[in-house]
């Protein structure tokens, strides 16, 4: 079955950097295109970077534009978000996706705080 397994989240003071991590199992990753996506208290769940399946086109969103990559490794089957000069509005807990046979999959998440 399906399964994602995000990790890397954790306090960082603004201007700091995190790398997030979603480790996939379940599916054949390198043929499928694989998303970020954050959800801050109090609003709705936003898409924050997409992938292709071999990496070639990223897409982010306009607020993480220059600060945010993604990136992936079919051979582990992991994709990354590295994310730079964070800001206490990145304060959510971040999500990666895949959405597979017409089925959006997510894992549980990892809080990323933005505090000093």
Known sequence: ????????GGLVQ???????SCAASGFTFSAYVMNWYRQAP???????????????????????????????DNVRSTV???????????????Y??????GKDYWGQGTQVTVSS
């Open 1 to 8: 079955q399906v399964q994602l397994v995000e990790s890397g």
């Open 14 to 20: 603004p201007g700091g950097s995190l790398r997030l």
């Open 42 to 72: 109090g609003k709705e769940r936003e898409l924050v970077a997409t992938i292709s399946s071999f990496g070639g086109d990223t897409r982010y969103a306009d607020s993480m534009k220059g600060r945010f990559t993604i990136s992936r």
């Open 80 to 94: 990354y978000l590295q994310m730079n000069s964070l800001k206490p509005e990145d304060t959510a807990v971040y």
């Open 96 to 101: 990666c996706n895949l959405r597979y046979y």
